[in-house]
């Protein structure tokens, strides 16, 4: 018989598959719809101080492996999004899972007012959203930079550690040169958890009549996510974990398949989130079909827990 439960930051999971921040996760009814399906743990859209509308249509673009979306952050904003949090955790009932805000800001003091403002509500932790590579990069501060110096990710975190005693969970960008070098400075600053990683800046152009040259999406470049963003996540995961060998990981990018959760648990995580997989035939779905892939990998290979697969890796080529 095995196990799925793990256990990240002293939050107890039943299994290691989590819903990343996403559209998915909008409302509270939406979280709710999530919890039901059996995820470990989930979390919400990234939300701002205020409300945003995001960019204008197309703002998602699907081809072959891999997904590009530049959304433009669009959320309820975090007075909304308190009431969001009541709702779930009122509607959920025996179905509730760990919930985690996500929270970005374009300065310091953005990311202190929303953990201020939110932390007495009922949840379990926060995700610091430091990579979203299509923020505006104008600003000094705009979350994507953040994510790519170790000095401004270190003055957000230790803002927010002030502010708060739930787990921090740092989400960091995969466009960077040393990523274990970023998360090293924020786990010095009071970071819990490393999330790795967002989605990888990018961009696709289209070549059909009547759209020949054209960026397909709206904002021009966006982020790519799905399969093809697995082995970029994955080598992130690892080197964050050979550098910080004590830290809990969170590995997103590309999971599809118990296979490739498995992966990330050799490499060094303790959970995953997915998104793309469940804008993909099939929907929420994928889920339980992912967690029977697992399940059935675990029994044939004779592993009873998820701790016996996490790092795995590293124990190999010592």
């Known amino acids: ?46 939300i701002s101080v205020e409300p945003r509308n995001g960019y204008i249509p197309p703002c998602i673009y699907r081809k ?3 997904i590009l979306n530049a959304e433009g952050l669009p959320n309820l904003g975090m007075k909304q999004t308190r009431n969001e949090i009541d709702f779930y955790n009122k509607k959920a009932g025996n179905d509730r899972v760990p919930l985690g805000v996500s929270v970005f800001g374009s300065s310091v003091e953005e990311f202190q007012t929303i953990t201020e403002y939110l932390d007495s509500e009922e949840f379990e932790f926060f995700e610091l959203n430091l990579s979203c590579p299509h923020s505006d990069p104008t600003k000094k501060e705009a979350c994507y930079l953040v994510g790519q110096d170790p000095e ?22 995969p466009s960077v040169l040393n990523i274990s070098y970023i998360a090293q400075s924020a786990v010095e600053a009071g970071a819990d958890v490393i999330s790795a ?20 999406l709206s904002n ?54 997915a998104v793309s997989v469940f804008y993909n035939d ?11 892939e697992l399940k059935l990998y675990m029994m044939k290979n004779d592993y009873e827990t998820i701790g016996e697969m996490v790092g795995l890796t590293h124990k190999k080529i010592r």
């Open 197 to 216: 990683t967002n989605t990888m800046p990018a961009m696709d152009i289209h070549t059909e009549n009547g759209l020949e040259g054209k960026p397909v």
């Open 1 to 46: 018989m095995v196990s799925l439960e793990t256990e990240i930051a002293g939050i107890v999971l039943k299994n290691p598959l989590g819903l990343g921040s996403c559209r998915l996760g909008y409302t509270g009814a939406q979280l709710v719809l999530a919890a039901r399906q059996g995820f470990g743990f989930i979390t919400t859209k990234s």
């Open 64 to 66: 072959g492996s891999y």
């Open 152 to 173: 401004l990710t270190a003055e957000v975190v230790k803002a927010v550690r002030k502010r708060t005693s739930k787990p921090i969970f740092v989400k960091l960008t």
């Open 282 to 292: 099939g929907g929420y779905s994928n889920f339980q079909r992912i967690i029977d």
């Open 220 to 273: 021009i470049t966006g982020g790519m996510s799905g399969q093809s963003l697995l082995p970029i996540s994955l080598k992130c995961v690892y080197n964050i974990r050979e550098k910080l060998t004590r830290t809990p990981l969170v590995g997103i990018g590309g999971v599809c398949s118990g296979e490739s959760l498995v992966k990330y648990l050799f490499a060094g995580a303790s959970a995953v989130q």
